[in-house]
Structure formats: C-alpha cells, structure tokens
C-alpha cells in the first residue's frame, strides 16, 4: 500500500496544511480571464440602472423633471424619492446607526449624491436617459470643513433637529450641535488631564489624516432579480457580508428571508469599500420589483471614488506625557471627525469611532483619554474602510507621530523612546488604558530583531553625515528613518460587545466529507481577493488529514453557506479560521470513534497523526482518514450516525493583537521635493502563520496601499464642495514605478485564546505602513527643526516642508 512507503515527512507535506506556502488555487480562474465578478453576470432581459447625480454639494430639489428622459429609447422608468417614499424607501438605516437618503429627498448634500434612477435597456440608454432628466437646484451654503459646520447655523440634516429646533438625540446619545453627529469617549479624564498638567514633559501636536479611498479595482454594483412567480429574490453583488445584507434587504424590503438569496461571486478587491449598503442596492430591487426584469448596477469610477465609503478625515490633537527619562506618563487624544452627510461608518454598533481608542498603541501608558466628535459636513458618506481595522489606522498614526515629537521634545533617538515604553512580554496578557486586553505580545524581540536587521545604528551615523554634507554644500538630498511599530486589534469580534445592526460578530464553517475522501466546506466569510479558498483548506487540511488539494471552499452564496458576518477587520482568520478549526476538530472526534470501531480497540486507544488514527503503541495499525470516510458513509456502526459533517459557529472570547516593526530609509531631494525609498523593512507577527506566501502578498499589497496614502492619495474637495480628486488622473494608486523592493520578516507569539493560534494579517501592513513612510518624511527634516507636517507627502508638499524650514536659501 502506497502509505507504507510513504514517510511521515511526505505524508505531512502532501497536506499541504497550516505552513505551507500553497499556491492560490483561485489563480487558475484569475490569471486565465475566468473569474467571474458580478458584471460578468447576464441574464435574459436584463436591464441597466444608472443615476442622476447631484453636480452640487448642498442644495436644494426644487423640481425633478423625468419627462424627456421616458421618451430616450430604451429607457423604461425613472425613479425618484417621490417614486420610493411609499414603500418606505426612499431613505435607509446606515450602519453607525443613522439614516440616509437612498434618493435625494428634498435636497443634496454632497457632490455626486444619488438624485434619480433610470433603468434601460442598457447602459448606453441609461446614461441617454440620465442626461435627459432636468433637475432644479437652489444652491446652498456648503461646509466641507467640520470645524466651520460645528460654528455654522446651516443645518446640513433638517431631520436630524428637534421642532423647537435643537439637535435631537443621535444613535449615540446627545448631539451638541445640529451638525454634529455623536460625542464618544474612552478611558479616565481626571486623572489623564491631572497626570498630563503635572508632567516633566509634555508633547502636544494637532495632526490631520486626511480623507481617501479604497478604491479596489473593481468598483462596486449588484444585480438584482426578483421572480414574481416563485417570489424569490436573488440579489448578486459586490458584498463583504453578504449574510448581513440579506437580513438588511429582509427588513427593509418586508421580503421574508428565506426568499432572499444573495450571493457574492468574485470579488476584485473589497479594502472595505463593500462592506456598507448603497442606494445602487436599493433602487436596483425596486427596480427589477417595478419591472419583472433583472437590473444590473455598476458604479464607473469617478461614481466609486466620489461617493461610496472614503476613508479616515480625523483632525487629531493629542498631548503625552513623559518623565525627563522618557517614561510615558499620559495620553490625552480629542478627534473631530468629518463624516460627511451621512453617519454611514461601517463600525460595529458600539464603537461609533471604531477601535480608535486604541491609541496607546503597543505602549504601557498608565493613564488615558480618548474624545470623538463626528461632525456632519457636506462630502460623502462612509468612514471605515480601507485597511482600516475599524479606525487603528488612525489609532496608530496618531501615537506613532505622538511618539516623534515626544522623542523630539525629549531630544532623545525615537527607537529608543519606543523600547522604553513597549509593553512586556510578561505583563500580557496586558489590559490597556482604554479598555482592551491585549492578548499576546513581545515586542522588544521584534524591535531588536528590526533594528539589528536593518542596522539601525549605522543608518543613523550615515543620516547624520548626510546632514553635514548637507550644510557643507555637498550634497541636497537627506536621509529620513521612518521607524513604526504598530498593534493591531482584529477579529471582530466577542458577540457581547461587537455586534452589526444587532447581529452578533460570531463567524462559521460547515464541512461535508464526502464517502472518497475528499470534502467542501462553507463559510461566512468571503473572499475579495486574500485567498481564502488556499488558506482555508490548509487549516483543514491540518486539522482533518486529508490533502488541502481535496478540499474545496465554498463563500457567498446564503442560500448554501452558514450564516456568518463576513470580511473585514481582518476577522476571517480570527473568527472564521477559528470555526474552521472547531468543526474540523469535531469531524476529527467522529473519526477517531469510527477509527477505534473499525480497528477493533477502545476509542482511547487510537490517536491522531497526520493523516490517520493510529492504534497508541502499534504504529502499523491504522486507518487513514480517507478510509475513515469512506466507513462513514458504508458501514452500520452501532451507535454512531452515518455520514461525515460538522459546523462550528464560534463567537471568539475575544480579539487578536497581531504587531509589527517596520523601517524606512528614504532618500529626499530638497530641490524638487521627490522621494526615494531605498529600503522598506516589514516585520509581522500574526501569531501562527497558516501560509507565508500569501501572508507576504497581503503584506505587499497593504504597504503598497501605505505607500499611496502617505505619500499621495487623497480625496480634496474645494470649498464649493467639488469633489478635486474624481478620477485615476488626480487620485494616486502606485504603480510598479513607485514600489520599492520590500524587505518582509516575522516572529511567531501565537494567541492564546484562538484555536490554531493565528491573528489576522491583512490590514497590519497598512495600519503600521502609513505612519512608517509618514515618520520617514519628517524623520528627515527632523535635524532642521520639523516636527510635524500634514500627509499626504506629495513632492509638491515635501518641496514646500523644505522651503518653510529655509532649505531653499
Ligand atoms: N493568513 C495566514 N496566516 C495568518 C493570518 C492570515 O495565512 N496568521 C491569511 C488568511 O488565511 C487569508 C489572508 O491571510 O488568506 C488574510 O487573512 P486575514 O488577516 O484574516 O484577513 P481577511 O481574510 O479577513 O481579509 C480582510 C482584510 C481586510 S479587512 C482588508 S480591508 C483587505 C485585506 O484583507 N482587503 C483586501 N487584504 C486584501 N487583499 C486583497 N487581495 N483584496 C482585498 O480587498
Ligand atoms: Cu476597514 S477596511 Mo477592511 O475592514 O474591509
């Protein structure tokens, strides 16, 4: 027999489980043009919805004419709010627990907001029809500025005020402000404002992570078709929780669940673009009500960038407090934080600023306080998305720059500072300032493994010669060291405190063995392009014993997979890897009982190894799981349920804390402000790795990602609230030309409380990324007195930061 001659060696790698750098098995589809995204999707009669899109920023409707527009051929109907309001549609629940217009209702509120639906035949005859329909505006007063619109006596949301005119209370108690939104807070005032007061040193610094976007590839969109006859709706789309919109369209549409099915086909890149709800989903289930038809939606570009889910827009203020030694005393951080028209922010229900109130970072800081005010403002809506773990971009932008100015005011090294105040290995697991308890940790290894790695000491000597060479004359570039160490917190996470429109953030798998040996297994999550078919089957693999190659993973289709909240915040890992693991540990216990009955022994007496259930003591009596499963289906055994399946629906007792260290050494040209980054260093710790290959790419993709937002992309508006940033000519996304050869690294510290012991990894690289290349850029001007300049480090703002220090003279 073939496994006689097989070593256990062999028989581990023919797994190809947990470690093994598997190849994507997604990318035979991908690399071949056979993938298969939502606009992929025809079926018969199918129609096209585009909208009518408001050119103004604040106005008021005052007329919609649609008449012109049912004459254009090929165009069938036009909705307006007028159109929606009976069925209760025309405005819809957001997920930070606000409203917004699904069609403009009696006014706009920011450039590109959704006004009219036409549906045609196609999507030329939409855009026909779109440009036929006349709309009246009558211009407002517009606040992009969150400052000004907390000052303004423009009530941007009339629905939001009282009658007597005062702000009604919000989704998160009392509101200061017509324009304000909610007040959220974290940790101890007293005592942090006390500790602060009377500190030897305190930094202060008011920063601005400024507004952007995930911008994936593929924009988003849906189709959506209702069969009248059978009274099923089937809604395809572009959704990173596709559980969650099925309950959402159930309760807002009054369609029984059971009669919805959604399914999330490929996805080209998600970066949490996709994880709120759009009007595009509505109007295209009304639409294909309306008509009997199908109804396809897909955004175009300048639709993706200028209107769905931006990211970050946090002005932060923040002051630390230090001993002359440099021991951190305090934290103090306040965010004004522009939401745009809508709250649409996709946080969990009681985070309404995210895992902000992470922002001590991977430091021991005794004594802290966080306060978010989310502000309305005219610019679109959105908030959390993009790499983001819920806000610990901002979370650890913020103390990652706290960090260098402290170092600065402390005239002390920045590495230094960091090793001085990194939480120990010993006080994990560690319960921070704000509330969280880190799981698991050791953060000195990483940082000396860093700095060894990239010869911190020698780069500094080498940037302070640079510095003289530079005052000499000798030479107008400098050196700047960025230097990052980050926390992360994903795995969304215990369903007593992180819960979506009150469903609780647990996550799921269900495997089915079929009778040869080999398997399927569903689950809640969905992939958008970080692979999960690979690395899924891997865990299985390990857990079960039979080759990843045998497994197929199956994600986004309702009506098959087990109910699950989906991918972002870096949770399939944690929670969904976690089920994974469970069931597969409970197909294993019925394996091993069926083991012991064909082996003739007492279910104790055989244990699990590799691929088999071996006989304790008698390693030539075993059964392989193969023909373990093919028992199961074949033979009567008495007490024991034919057949071979298992799901774990698993609520995490809590989060993962994955870390990191990374360094950047750039090279700068004060004359024409244009970077160069000669060396990118990433060290990641996600706990156990389940496949390092894929780990490497998400790091890749993330830093890349990190790239673009330090050093470039944003979303401006002027103060006409137009949108300056519209399309792929003005927005950043880094190309090969830009990237530098990144240099990646590990260590392992395992969680302790996840069943494989794995963390997430998808959004750390671009959570300690951004403030990496960010440090850089000031790290270099550092020696001619910077001490902190605004992202995005576009040449033009470099030059400048050059040119105000007097680099220029
Ligand atoms: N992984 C691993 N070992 C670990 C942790 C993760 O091998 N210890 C693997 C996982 O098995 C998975 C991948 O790395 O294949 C990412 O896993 P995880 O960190 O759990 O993140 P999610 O799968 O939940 O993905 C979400 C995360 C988020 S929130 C954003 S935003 C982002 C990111 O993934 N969007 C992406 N990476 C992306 N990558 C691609 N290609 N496209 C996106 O839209
Ligand atoms: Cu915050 S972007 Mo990801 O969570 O989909």
Redesign the pocket.
Known sequence: MKDEVTSREERIENLKGMGCSRKRVEDARFTQGKGNYVDDIKLDGMLFGDFVRSPYAHAKIVNIDTSAALEVPGVLAVLTAKDLEPLGLHWMPTLAGDKQMVLADGKVLFQGQEVAFVVAVDRYAAADGIEAVEVEYEELEVLVDPFKAMQSDVVLRPDTVAEDGSPADGAHGPRKHHNHIFTWEAGDKGPTFETIDNAEVVAEETMYYHRTH?C?LETCGCVASMDKVNGKLTLWGTFQAPHAIRTVVSLISGIEEHNIRVISPD?G????NKVGAYPGYVCSVVASIVTGKPVKWIEDRMDNLMTTAFARDYHMTGRISATKEGKITGLHCHVTADHGGFDACADPTKFPAGFMNICTGSYDIPTAFLEVDGVYTNKAPGGV?????FRVTEAVYFIERMIEVLAIELNMDAAELRRINFIKKEQFPYKAALGWEYDSGDYHTAWDKALKAVDYDGLRAEQAQRVEDFKAGKTRSLMGIGLSFFTEI??AGPVKNCDILGLGMFDSCEIRIHPTGSAIARLG?I??????A???A??LASEIGLPADSITIEEGDTDTAPYGLG????????V??AATAMAGRKIRAKAQMIAAYLLEVHDDDVEFDVDRFVVKGAPEKFKTMKEIAFAAYNQAIPGIEPGLEAVSYYDPPNMTY?FGAYVCVMDIDVDTGVPEIRRFYALDD???????M??E??IH??LTEALAVALGQEIAYDDMGNVKTGTLMDFFLPTAWEVPNYETDYTVTPSPHHPIG???????P?VGGVPCFSNAIQDAFRPFGNRHTNMPHDHWRIWKTANELGLHD
């Open positions: 995930p994936p996805i890149g998600g970066f949490g998305s993009y790499r983001c773990s994903v795995g999550t992939s958008q392009g970080q692979g999960h690979t690395t899924f891997q865990i991918t972002y915040g870096s949770r399939s890992t944690p969904a890897g994955p996600c706990g156990t790795r389940i496949n390092p894929i780990i790419g998400q993709g993330g794995a963390k997430g990894v998808g959004e750390s671009h």
